[in-house]
């Protein structure tokens, strides 16, 4: 210990530079986490090249884990909350009025070492590998859209994901968050899931993680559609695919427009569900579940290489499928 540390740091829109940067310097409440990965997210990729929340100069990464101060394994739960709101103060910490993002609004996990709120340390269970542990945060926002589905689907409205048991899923677009929705799927009880997606790799990812493709786009109709891209054309695709009082859930931030037959939406009592972040809960839900899944369509760089890796996928390039830094 002891400083500088390297960091991949967002320097200017489109721009990111691998930099020394001062030994974080944990406040009271804080802890230091040794970071062992860190997954670029597609968000990240697009915020860099047109920043929004996050603002430059910022040390990105809000899916990690690492070694906490005592030696031991740790994930990192990025959302940060009040404790006061109204939300809550109803369970909601995902949607707190206050809320910040470790990686968005604070130095995240691009960096060999960085100082987090000691409550956002979540212990990993023994012998998860590094790249996993990155993913359970991607993970816990598919948790998170698979229990948005089973609630709408639930006669009882009851938490937990057991009104989509059984249900014909498709989930569109095959990027990281759209294969963990397939995963999250057929893991809690799917009837059947589809996939659409563009790219041939990202299909036959899918396909190993046991869903089926639907072919270029999505034909007839589903009780549940997941929404992982989130451009006008998917979100009219949703809802046309979906069945009279199915589900939509969007995850996808491609575009702010929706685009979708607001009509055919009332006429067949469909449903419409943003899904952003997720529960504690469902958080642990994820670390519990990661280590059964294909992940070999995520791919670890040294923290040497992130520069470039950030830079090829912010301009559009396709692979790797999911970049995991390894400081
Ligand atoms: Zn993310
Ligand atoms: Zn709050």
Redesign the pocket.
């Known amino acids: 210990m002891g400083g500088p540390v390297k960091a991949l740091v967002f320097t200017a829109p489109g721009q990111v530079e691998l930099l020394d940067v001062p030994e974080p310097d944990p406040a009271p409440g804080e802890a230091l986490v040794e970071v062992r990965a860190a997954?670029i997210?597609?968000?990240?990729l697009h915020g860099a090249r047109r920043p929004g929340f996050r603002q430059p100069p910022l040390i990105m990464g809000?899916?990690f884990a690492g070694i906490g101060a005592g030696g031991e394994a740790v994930g990192v739960n990025p959302i940060l909350s009040c404790g006061l709101c109204a939300e809550c103060r109803r369970g909601l910490r995902p949607v707190c009025r206050e809320r910040e993002i470790i990686g968005v609004h604070r130095a995240g996990g691009f960096a060999e070492r960085v100082a987090v709120p000691a409550s956002a340390l979540r212990p990993l269970p023994p012998g998860l590998p590094w790249e996993a542990a990155a993913l359970i945060?991607?993970a816990a926002?598919a948790v998170h859209a698979w229990n948005q589905a089973g609630r709408a689907l639930s006669p009882s409205g009851a938490l937990g994901a057991d009104g989509a048991r059984g249900a014909r899923v498709a989930v569109i677009g095959c990027g990281?968050?759209g294969l963990l929705c397939a995963a999250t799927g057929l893991s809690g009880g799917a009837g059947r899931v589809e996939v659409t997606d563009l790219s041939p790799a990202r299909l036959a990812a899918a396909q190993r993680l046991g869903a089926e493709v639907a072919g270029a786009g999505l034909s007839g109709e589903y009780d549940v559609v997941i929404d992982a891209v989130g451009s006008t054309a998917t979100r009219a695709a949703s809802v046309a695919h979906q069945r009279p009082g199915g589900v939509a859930v969007w995850l996808g931030l491609a575009e702010e427009e929706a685009g979708f037959d607001a009509n055919a939406l009332i006429r067949s009592e469909k449903r419409v569900l943003g899904s952003f972040a997720y529960r504690d809960e469902e958080f642990a839900q994820a670390m519990a579940r990661i280590g059964d899944w294909d992940l070999t369509w995520a791919a670890g760089y040294p923290l040497a290489a992130a520069a470039g890796i950030f830079t090829d996928l912010m301009n559009g390039g396709l692979h790797p499928l999911k970049a995991l830094l390894l400081p």
């Open positions: 997954g997210c597609g968000s990240e809000h899916e945060e991607p926002n990281a968050i």
